[in-house]
């Protein structure tokens, strides 16, 4: 089986700008997480989506929004890029929604200018 | 939310043993443990189930203490291969049927000869 593809795998972007970023879960998972990774903060929960629905959310900005389309793949948007939102956003798929593995995927790195 | 870990870093020699707590203020449904080397994804190592099941690795233990919302992972005969940040996620319940999966900062494992 594949594994989770994200893509792009590096961004530049400068502040202001949007950016979407987009997932691909393994084959028969529903169920996509997002996470902002940054040095010394671990992985800091955005969203779950599970057969297109937002079963959970995480402390950030409504700058930061997400879906799942019906394949189960996902995108996340984030508006208004600040330099704070630098950082390494990675996905993970699973299954189901809980007491399930997560697979990652290797990361979206964004840097913004 | 965020569980803590301790210690945030460790070193060892090869051989030796280490052990890396998790602990949270919240009941949990679930702890899942995850290694991350420099540069890559975030790889599961190891989830410890509400009840006492627990799903993983033969070389790496844990335990789940419920009533203390409390887990520990337990590397014994250290090598080099275990170098990486170990991160432990907690599930909670968020509402409804919905559980969410919250890491924390990580502790950074470092093996050397």
């Known amino acids: 089986k594949a594994g989770v593809t994200q893509t792009p795998r590096y961004l530049i972007k400068t502040r202001g700008q949007q950016v979407t970023l987009s997932c691909s879960p393994i084959?028969?998972?529903?169920?996509v997480s997002w996470y902002q990774q940054t040095p010394g903060q671990g992985l800091q929960f955005l969203f779950e989506?599970?057969?297109?629905?937002?079963?959970n959310k995480g402390n950030f900005p409504g700058r930061f929004s997400g879906r799942q389309f019906s394949n189960s793949r996902s995108e996340m948007n984030v508006s208004t890029l600040e330099l704070g939102d630098s950082a390494l956003y990675l996905c993970?798929?699973?299954?189901?929604?809980?007491?399930?593995?997560?697979?990652f995927g290797p990361g979206t790195r964004l840097l913004v200018l | 939310q965020q569980p803590v870990q301790s210690p945030q870093a460790v070193i060892l020699r090869e051989g030796e043993d280490a052990v890396i707590n998790c602990s949270s203020s919240?009941?949990?449904?679930?702890v899942h443990w995850y290694r991350q080397k420099h540069g890559e994804a975030p790889v599961f190592l190891m989830i410890?189930?509400?009840?006492?099941e627990q799903k993983g690795h033969d070389k790496i233990s844990a335990s789940f203490n419920e009533k203390k919302q409390q887990s520990s992972l337990y590397l014994t005969a250290s090598q080099l291969s275990y170098s990486g940040t170990y991160f432990c996620?907690?599930?909670?319940?968020?509402?409804?049927?919905?559980?969410?999966?919250?890491f924390g900062k990580g502790t950074l494992l470092t093996v050397n000869p």
């Open positions: 993970a798929s699973s299954f189901a929604t809980s007491q399930e593995t997560q697979y």
């Open positions: 084959s028969g998972h529903r169920s």
């Open positions: 989506y599970f057969s297109e629905t937002q079963r």
């Open positions: 919240k009941a949990l449904y679930s």
């Open positions: 410890l189930l509400k009840g006492g």
């Open positions: 996620g907690t599930e909670m319940h968020s509402g409804g049927s919905n559980y969410k999966l919250t």
